[in-house]
Each structure stands twice: as structure tokens, then as C-alpha cells.
């Protein structure tokens, strides 16, 4: 059973010195978009959610560069994150949240907590030449070269901690490659927990959900330096000129998978559906109202979705309902009890 106030540490230990208590303590920058969903022929077999069986469903999506600093660096080397907003047809909403790493830090709030105090930023020490070499003859990776500008980091805390813990090693390898993407549509973006989804026969099955660009992935423009600003101008001409989608997989999962713990992965040969596309067409205008202030959570769900027993997917319910309140953001859609 976790401490009642984690969920309040956890949004407390992910605020950066860097970062602006008006905005989201992570995935700080970001821009929204809109369109719609169009479910597959076979998606309502596998889910009933209303969203699989409406013909069409409008939605809102805010992506956002992962770290909590509140200036854009857009060629950061980051984790990006997809907030999906479907508009349901008896007016409720389900969110789903992914991101561009395919597993998770840590198996439980607790242990997050204890990655999220080692990864706090720290000042950023360069090596020196002579270190990267000494590095390099006792065969380890030197470090990366501060960006410019780049002053903290959690690098060599998260690092640190991937060292000791093996359960964190994954998805902090995966983070420390990750580059940046050409684009928000050019990248892949993964729920990571599992899931529990009804289909119209009744059938129940663990899930995991994932949105695979259709332009396909790019990763790093050389053209662009680390503190570039570009991936929000890239969508509003990209959408001005043409539709951008992504499509919607759902693995399922076996018996002997991990269902309750996101920082492991699943076989890669399991069973994947093709849910739907999504389409988008448009940059709201009002960003401010329509990005900034929007709350999402990961435990908006429908009838037909259920969360699954990971406790992170839990702890992340009230988690992000405190960070929404704290930045006064517009009501969390758990704000009312
Ligand atoms: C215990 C684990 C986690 C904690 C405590 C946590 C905490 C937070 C908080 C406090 C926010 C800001 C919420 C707001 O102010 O509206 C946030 C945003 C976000 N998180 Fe997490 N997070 C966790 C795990 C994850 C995972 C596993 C994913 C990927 C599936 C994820 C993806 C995102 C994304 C994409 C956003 C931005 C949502 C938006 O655009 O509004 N987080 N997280």
C-alpha cells in the first residue's frame, strides 16, 4: 500500500529550478492540436469503448517536450510526450497519454520517488578531454558536452542511479539515446502501462497501446542547434498544408507478461491490432486556453477501458489531478470528487 502523500512528493520532486510553477512541472512546453479519430473495421471486437464504434471522434492532442524546463530547446535530447483527448459522443471524455520512451523508469511510486530525488537536476560538470579518453580506455561512454546554455541536468543522477538499480536501466538507456525528433508527428509514442479492454463479445484482454506516426519516424535534423525553437512552428505550417496521422496499435498481452509493472518490456512477437487512424488538421488559436491550461489524466477512462493493477498508473490519477490544481490549470477531471 503506498504513502497516502506521494503522489503530492512526486509532483513536489519533478518541479525543476529551471521551470515555472504556472506550468506543468514536466512536459512544461508544448502546443495542442485537433481532429479526429476513425476506429478500425475490427477495433469495436476488441474494445467496446465508444470511441471503436462512433464512425468518427473529434479530439484534442497537446504535445510537449518531456523535461520541466520552462525554455524551449527544442533540440534537447528528451522524452516527448502525445496527450490524446477523445470527445465521446454522450459529451464525457477519455484521455490517453503516451510518450516516445516504450517502457518506464520504475516499477512502483515508490521506487519513482527515490529515481525522481536522484535525477533532480544538478550543475552540469563538462569533462575534460583527457577524462572522455580515460573513459573511453576503461570502456565507458563519455559523457555527452553540455548543451549550450545548459547549466543542470539530471544525467548523471539518473545515470547514477541505473547503476544500482537494474529495474530503471532500460528506460534510462532508452532516454539517454533518444534525440530529438524532426518533428512531433515523426516520432512514435507509447502508453506504456497495460490496460484492460472489453470487446463486444465480452472478451477481456490486457492491452498495451502505442501511436506509430504514418509519416513514419525521423529523428535529429542536423540543421538544428539544442536551444532551437522549432517544433511548434513545424506543426502549425505542417497542418496549414496537409493532415498529419498516426495510427493506433494495441499489443495484447500473454500469460507470464508483466501487466502491473511499465518499466518491463513485453516479447516483441505478441499479437498487435490496428485500432484506428488518428487525423490532424488544425492549431487551435488560443493556445492559452486550448495547451497551457488543459488538464489531462491517465485515469479519464470509458466503459469498455479499465486501468490495470500498476500502481504508477494509480499514484499518476491523483498525481496529476495536485499538479493540475498547482498551476491552476482548468479543472483535472478528478477535481470534483
Ligand atoms: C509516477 C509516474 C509519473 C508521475 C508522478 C508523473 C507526473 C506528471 C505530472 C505531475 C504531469 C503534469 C500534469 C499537469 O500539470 O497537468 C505530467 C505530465 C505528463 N506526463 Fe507524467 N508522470 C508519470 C508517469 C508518466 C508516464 C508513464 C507517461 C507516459 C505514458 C507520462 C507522460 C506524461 C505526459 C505526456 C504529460 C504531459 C500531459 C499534457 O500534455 O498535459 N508520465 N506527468
Redesign the pocket.
Known amino acids: 500500500m503506498s504513502d497516502p502523500g506521494i503522489?503530492e512528493k512526486?509532483?513536489e520532486v519533478?518541479h525543476r529550478p529551471d521551470g515555472d510553477p504556472t506550468m506543468?512541472?514536466?512536459?512544461t512546453i508544448?502546443i495542442s492540436a485537433t481532429g479526429y479519430f476513425k476506429p478500425s473495421p475490427i477495433a469495436r471486437n476488441f474494445c467496446a469503448a465508444d470511441h471503436f464504434n462512433a464512425e468518427k471522434t473529434d479530439v484534442i492532442v497537446?504535445?510537449?517536450n518531456?523535461s520541466g524546463c520552462a525554455i524551449v530547446h527544442d533540440g534537447w535530447s528528451d522524452v516527448?510526450?502525445?496527450?490524446v483527448r477523445f470527445h465521446l459522443s454522450d459529451s464525457t471524455d477519455t484521455d490517453l497519454?503516451?510518450?516516445t520512451?516504450p517502457e518506464?523508469f520504475?516499477p512502483t511510486?515508490e521506487t519513482?520517488?527515490e529515481f525522481?530525488e536522484a535525477a533532480r537536476p544538478k550543475p552540469y560538470e563538462a569533462e575534460t578531454p583527457w577524462q572522455k579518453i580515460l573513459n573511453y580506455l576503461q570502456l565507458m561512454l563519455p559523457k555527452r558536452d553540455p548543451y549550450p546554455g545548459e547549466t543542470i541536468s539530471p544525467d548523471e543522477g539518473a545515470i547514477g542511479f541505473a547503476d544500482n538499480n537494474a529495474y530503471s536501466q532500460l528506460g534510462i538507456l532508452q532516454a539517454a539515446q533518444i534525440g530529438a525528433p524532426t518533428s512531433y508527428v515523426r516520432a512514435a509514442?507509447?502508453?506504456?502501462?497495460t490496460f484492460v479492454v472489453t470487446g463486444s463479445d465480452g472478451t477481456r484482454r490486457w492491452v498495451r497501446f502505442s501511436w506509430q506516426p504514418i509519416a513514419g519516424v525521423l529523428r535529429t535534423d542536423p540543421t538544428k542547434t539544442p536551444d532551437d525553437d522549432y517544433l511548434r512552428a513545424e506543426l502549425r505550417a505542417r497542418l496549414a498544408k496537409e493532415p498529419a496521422r498516426f495510427s493506433l496499435m494495441m499489443t495484447i498481452g500473454e500469460v507470464g507478461d508483466d501487466f502491473g509493472n511499465?518499466s518491463r518490456p513485453w516479447p516483441p512477437h505478441r499479437k498487435r491490432i490496428m485500432m484506428g487512424t488518428l487525423t490532424l488538421n488544425a492549431v487551435p488559436e488560443d493556445q492559452f486556453a486550448q495547451?497551457e491550461k488543459?488538464?489531462?489524466?491517465?485515469g479519464l477512462l470509458t466503459d469498455g477501458i479499465e486501468a490495470s493493477d500498476d500502481p504508477?498508473?494509480k499514484?499518476?490519477i491523483a498525481?496529476?489531478k495536485?499538479?493540475?490544481e498547482?498551476?491552476g490549470?482548468s479543472p483535472?477531471p478528478f477535481s470534483e470528487g
Open positions: 503522489a512526486l509532483v519533478l506543468r512541472p514536466v512536459h508544448g497537446r504535445f510537449s518531456g516527448r510526450g502525445m496527450a497519454i503516451a510518450m520512451l518506464f520504475a511510486p519513482f520517488l525522481a509514442y507509447h502508453a506504456v502501462h511499465s495547451c488543459l488538464s489531462f489524466n491517465p504508477v498508473l499514484v499518476r498525481s496529476y495536485i499538479s493540475s498547482w498551476r490549470g483535472c
